[in-house]
């Protein structure tokens, strides 16, 4: 995990087939989704309940990045931007790749700016799977249309009183504004 966050990663945990991956935080830049093809597709009709809320802050362009007494220092610049509105430097000692900083400057570059928290909860369905984190959602509610990439996932079961089964995912996606 200490390795994963230290590239602006997130592990991703496969309890069937007993593996753990290291993926991107944001596989998709906030700014590339409009064109960017969505892995899944929520729509009024599917989706029962949908809560969002925003987060303020200052939008970056640059940061610096780099490891502690050994390692690497690189300015990382999102691409056709001037890079003249930096985040906080970061320091991690685990930097120690120009790979490595490139992968996390670009994680802060992509928390930075306003964005809007989306809690999804959808039902379970043969043709709709567990929308894993990580995952670029389309989502279409209440004649709105935007993208978001998935921050997380809960699975819920009930039984009824006469023993029907209900399983429920609710999905956390980041969007920006």
């Not at 700014?31 to 729509?43: F, G, K, P, Q």
């Not at 995952?135 to 006469?162: H, Q, R, W």
Request: glycine fraction near 6%.
């Amino acid at each position: 995990l200490s390795v994963a966050k230290s590239v602006g990663a997130m592990l991703d945990i496969d309890n069937a087939n007993k593996r753990v991956s290291v993926i991107p935080a944001w596989p998709v830049m906030p700014w590339d989704t409009e064109s960017a093809i969505s892995d899944v597709i929520l729509n009024d009709s599917i989706i029962l309940e949908h809560n969002t809320s925003q987060t303020i802050s200052q939008a970056h362009n640059a940061v610096f990045v780099r490891g502690e007494q050994q390692g690497v220092a690189c300015k990382i610049k999102r691409t056709g931007t001037l890079g003249d509105q930096f985040a906080n430097d970061v320091v991690d000692s685990l930097i120690t790749d120009n790979q490595a900083a490139r992968q996390r400057g670009t994680y802060e570059l992509a928390n930075s700016g306003n964005k809007t928290l989306s809690t999804i909860r959808t039902k379970l369905l043969n043709d709709l799977p567990p929308i894993r984190p990580g995952m670029l959602v389309g989502v279409t509610y209440n004649d709105a249309t935007y993208k978001a990439t998935c921050d997380s996932l809960e699975i819920s079961a009930t039984i009824n009183d006469s023993g029907a089964i209900t399983v429920n995912q609710t999905v956390k996606v980041i969007s920006n504004v």
